[in-house]
């Protein structure tokens, strides 16, 4: 990470290889459980993929309309009424993009000047920092720290703390709910502090609601929906959660004309549109996804976490219990563990599973460095059998 990489800007020295690339090789390497990277080991629904050989057969294979295909925007928009009560006009309202990482990018570059400050929260998304400093801006991060509730750790943030991050040079907050990776859905009240910040110093909030549809505990709120905050928030979505097809790629966002207007400017020169014959897939698994598709996602979806919760503890981690996500954070000190670093890199080859350091995810690194994130978007043979390596293979760790 300190050594220079030649050639690379100054904007993007020190970031290395992402953190999911770097396990992901190592759990190829020693063919472990990859409980690290977040894509679903199962496939997407049959009539989704159907759609997508449709759609190529049809026809739909040139350039798309820059801001999405009419019927997906179309079907965006049905989406935010059906679930949020948003009402939204497809043709000015809502953008498509290469994946939710296109769409946060092309926020940022959008909608900051260099030298405007960008306030997140830690843990965050990787992404995020690498697209602040790639826009110029400046990061400035409020923590997430696990407070004991009456169900287990919770993520909390301390509101007033989050105020005083704020300054005159803030241009927007970067705000996760579902959060990723401690699995917080933050509560109506909270997200109304963070309203109240928003509108009193008049930022933008980019909300990342890429889980909106994996909600175990309480529900999930859009911030768009809360007084005052519909003309300032810029909310982010994508198809690769809700529908297991990680690798198609297909994110949105939702925002009023004037920041459309802003952020189709950046999209138009990142990728100016996204694969065709994707887009129409995924408009049609929204306009058909019915209840019972989302009561059976969050069905299967709570199911595997509680069984990796109940393994992790097993073995002797502490896990925070995610109220949202796939992704679970654990406390490896109970194990005598210090650096989630250290325990991440002997994992793969040790005990033959693979998981992500949370201080990855954090600017100090102190915050995170107790916390392993663990996956479940895997079949519950797979966690099975990646709670059975790490239960026989605890020992090996400690050597
Ligand atoms: N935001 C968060 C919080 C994520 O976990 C991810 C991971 N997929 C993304 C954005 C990126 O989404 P996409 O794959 O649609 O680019
Ligand atoms: N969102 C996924 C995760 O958090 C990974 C995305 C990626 O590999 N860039 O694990």
């Given at each position: 990470m300190s050594t220079r990489v030649p050639y690379l800007t100054a904007r993007l020295q020190g970031f290395g290889t992402t953190i999911f690339a770097e396990v992901t090789r190592a759990a190829i390497e020693h063919d472990a459980v990859n409980l690290g990277q977040g894509f679903p080991d199962f496939d997407g629904l049959d009539f989704v993929r159907e759609a997508a050989i449709e759609a190529l057969r049809a026809g739909h294979n040139q350039y798309a309309r820059s801001f999405g295909v009419p019927a997906l925007n179309r079907?965006?928009?049905a989406h935010q009424k059906r679930f949020y009560d948003i009402d939204c006009d497809p043709d000015s309202e809502v953008t498509v993009y290469s994946g939710a990482t296109e769409a946060i990018f092309a926020a940022l570059q959008a909608l900051c000047d260099v030298g405007d400050e960008v306030v997140m929260f830690e843990p965050y998304y990787d992404s995020y920092l690498a697209s602040i400093?790639?826009?110029?801006?400046a990061p400035r991060v409020q923590t997430l720290r696990a407070v004991e509730g009456e169900d287990g750790p919770t993520f909390r943030f301390d509101a007033d703390a989050l105020e005083r991050v704020v300054s005159g040079k803030t241009r927007a907050i970067l705000?996760?709910?579902p959060h990723n990776p401690s699995g917080r859905v933050f509560s109506r009240e909270e997200l109304a502090q963070i309203a109240a910040i928003a509108r009193k110093n008049d930022l933008i909030v980019i909300s990342d609601e890429v889980y909106e549809h994996l909600v175990y505990e309480g529900q999930h709120v859009p911030i768009a929906t809360l007084p005052g905050m519909r003309e300032r928030t810029v909310t982010i979505s994508s198809a690769g959660k809700t529908f297991s097809l990680t690798g198609w790629k297909v994110g949105w966002t939702v925002a009023p004309p004037p920041l459309?207007?802003?952020?189709r400017s950046a999209h138009q020169f990142i990728t100016f549109a996204t694969a065709t014959p994707l887009q129409h897939a995924i408009a049609v698994a929204l306009e058909q996804a019915d209840e019972r598709y989302y009561d059976e996602l969050v069905a299967a979806y709570r199911a595997r976490r509680d069984k990796l919760c109940a393994g992790l503890s097993e073995v002797g981690?502490?896990?925070a219990r995610p109220e949202g996500t796939y992704f679970v954070c654990a406390d490896i000190r109970p194990l005598g563990f210090e650096s989630d670093v250290a325990l991440c890199r002997v994992l793969p080859e040790r005990a033959g599973v693979a998981a992500i350091p949370t201080s990855a995810f954090?600017?100090?690194?102190?915050?995170g460095e107790?916390?392993?994130r663990f996956a479940f978007c895997k079949s519950e043979a797979l966690l099975d059998e990646g709670i059975r390596r790490l239960r026989d293979n605890i020992e090996t760790l400690r050597a």
């Open positions: 079907a965006i928009a400093c790639m826009a110029g801006a705000l996760n709910t459309t207007r802003a952020l981690f502490a896990p954090c600017r100090n690194k102190a915050e107790h916390l392993v």
